[in-house]
C-alpha cells in the first residue's frame, strides 16, 4: 500500500532563508506525487506534481521538488522564504484510481 | 474559469442530525473526490465519484454516503451524526478518473457537530 511520511510536523525559518520540507513516500509502483499548500480557512492548494518526466519539478511560488527514487524521497524546497509562505504544506502520494494519500502536514512558519 | 465550490462553507449540527453538503466541480471535470480533515485524523479519503458512479471508497461508516449528477455535481450526505464528525470537508475534482489525474480542491464546509 502506499504511504507518505512528512518529516517535521512544524518547520521555523527566518525570512530570506532556504525552505526544506522534507517527504517520503512508500509505493510499489512508480508514483505520482504532489505538493499541496494550505492556507489558514482555506482549501488545498496546488503547488507542484511529480509525473516522472523531470525529477525536478518547479512548481508556483517559486518551489520546487526533487524525485529521488534511490531515497524514495520528494522533499520540497525555496530557496527564499517570503513571510506570505507561512502556511500548511501536505505531501500526497496518488493510489489506485486517483485516490490521494497525504502526509500528515508540515506547518511552516516565517520569522522577520 | 471558476474553481471548486462548495456549498455550504459553514454548519452546525446537533447529534443525530443528518447533513448533506455540496461541491460543484471545475467546469469540464468529471470526477469528485471527498475528503475529511480532522486534526488527529489529518486529510482522509471518503470516495470518488466518476459518470455518476462510485470508483473508490475509504474506510468510514456507513454514515458516510454521496452520489453524483449528471452535470457531475455530487453530494454527500452523513446521517445520524456524531461529535467525531466534526471536521473540514473538503471536495476535489478532476478531468477523469485515474491515479495520474491532478486534484484541485474546493474551500470546504466546515461542519461543527454539538
Known amino acids: 500500500a502506499q504511504s507518505v511520511t512528512q518529516l517535521g510536523s512544524h518547520v521555523s525559518v527566518s525570512e530570506g532563508a532556504l525552505v526544506l520540507l522534507r517527504c517520503n513516500y512508500s509505493?510499489?509502483?512508480?508514483?505520482?506525487l504532489f505538493w499541496y499548500v494550505q492556507y489558514p480557512n482555506q482549501g488545498l492548494q496546488l503547488l507542484l506534481k511529480?509525473?516522472?518526466?523531470?525529477?525536478l519539478v518547479k512548481g508556483i511560488n517559486g518551489f520546487e521538488a526533487e524525485f529521488k527514487k534511490s531515497e524514495t524521497s520528494f522533499h520540497l524546497t525555496k530557496p527564499s522564504a517570503h513571510m506570505s509562505d507561512a502556511a500548511e504544506y501536505f505531501c500526497?502520494?496518488?493510489?489506485?484510481?486517483?485516490?490521494?494519500?497525504f502526509g500528515q502536514g508540515t506547518e511552516l512558519s516565517v520569522k522577520p | 474559469k471558476a474553481g471548486v465550490t462548495q456549498t455550504p462553507r459553514y454548519l452546525i449540527k446537533t447529534r443525530g442530525q443528518q447533513v448533506t453538503l455540496s461541491c460543484s466541480p471545475i467546469?469540464?471535470?468529471?470526477?469528485v473526490s471527498w475528503y475529511q480533515q480532522t486534526p488527529g485524523q489529518g486529510l482522509q479519503f471518503l470516495f470518488e465519484y466518476f459518470s455518476e458512479t462510485q470508483r473508490n471508497k475509504g474506510n468510514f461508516p456507513g454514515r458516510f454516503s454521496g452520489r453524483q449528477f449528471s452535470n457531475s455535481r455530487s453530494e454527500m450526505n452523513v446521517s445520524t451524526l456524531e461529535l467525531g464528525d466534526s471536521a473540514l470537508y473538503l471536495c476535489?475534482?478532476?478531468?477523469?478518473?485515474?491515479?495520474?489525474?491532478?486534484?484541485?480542491f474546493g474551500p470546504g464546509t466546515r461542519l461543527l457537530v454539538l
Open positions: 509505493s510499489s509502483v512508480p508514483p505520482y
Open positions: 467546469s469540464g471535470h468529471r470526477s
Open positions: 500526497a502520494v496518488s493510489d489506485q484510481g486517483g485516490k490521494l494519500i
Open positions: 511529480y509525473t516522472s518526466a523531470a525529477t
Open positions: 476535489a475534482s478532476s478531468l477523469a478518473w485515474g491515479t495520474q489525474e491532478t486534484q484541485y
